[in-house]
Every structure is written in structure tokens, then in C-alpha cells.
């Protein structure tokens, strides 16, 4: 998915990576997406998630497996194109948007 906020692209994956629900059918806000599944929310500049991680610290052991961070992609402008890193099964390549 990419989705500018505050003047910035923001790239990162359109499955959430608790259970793969479609985030394009999230809800985005105050730069964070929420899982329309399990209302998971990570924060779209650093992948990070904020719920359950900072509701729930004290089964922080028994929910880390399903609180890995949403993975992002580098972003840059070149002229007006945007172009986005993303992994490929040889390393990283740039795919244009």
C-alpha cells in the first residue's frame, strides 16, 4: 500500500501481518492503519505496533509472535514519478508507482 500523510509517501505491506487481513480495507488515522480483522493498529512511518504491544505489555510473552512489526518500504520521488524498494527473491529492487 502507499499513502501520503502530512506531504509524505509512506510504502508497506497491504496484509497485515498478524493473520494477513486486507489493510486496504483498514482504517488509516493520525499515522496508523487498524486491521479491519483484529483491530491490530501498527504505525505507517515505522511499522511498529501500537495495539495490542501498548495496551498489553504484561502478555507482551505470550502475544509477541503475532506482534510483528508491519514491514515498510523506502520511498523516494524521482521527478514525478514515486518509486518504492521492494524485496525480490535475488535482493532488493525499485518498482515504480
Given at each position: 500500500?502507499?499513502?501520503?500523510?502530512?506531504?509524505?509517501?509512506?510504502?508497506f505491506?497491504?496484509?497485515?501481518?498478524?493473520?494477513?487481513?486486507?489493510?486496504?480495507?483498514?482504517?488509516?488515522?493520525?499515522?496508523?492503519?487498524?486491521c479491519?480483522?483484529?483491530?491490530?493498529?501498527?504505525?505507517?512511518?515505522?511499522?511498529?505496533?501500537?495495539?495490542?504491544?501498548?495496551?498489553?505489555?504484561?502478555?507482551?510473552?505470550?502475544?509477541?509472535?503475532?506482534l510483528r512489526p508491519?514491514?515498510?518500504?523506502?520511498?523516494?520521488?524521482?521527478?514525478?514519478?514515486?518509486?518504492?524498494?521492494?524485496?525480490?527473491?535475488?535482493?532488493?529492487?525499485?518498482c515504480?508507482?
Amino acid at each position: 500500500m502507499v499513502v501520503k500523510l502530512e506531504e509524505k509517501i509512506y510504502a508497506f505491506d497491504a496484509e497485515c501481518p498478524h493473520l494477513g487481513a486486507p489493510l486496504e480495507e483498514g482504517t488509516l488515522w493520525d499515522g496508523s492503519i487498524e486491521c479491519p480483522w483484529h483491530h491490530y493498529i501498527y504505525d505507517i512511518r515505522s511499522g511498529a505496533n501500537l495495539y495490542p504491544r501498548n495496551v498489553y505489555p504484561e502478555d507482551l510473552p505470550d502475544l509477541e509472535e503475532s506482534l510483528r512489526p508491519l514491514r515498510i518500504y523506502p520511498v523516494s520521488r524521482v521527478g514525478d514519478s514515486l518509486w518504492v524498494e521492494l524485496p525480490t527473491a535475488q535482493g532488493n529492487g525499485d518498482c515504480r508507482i
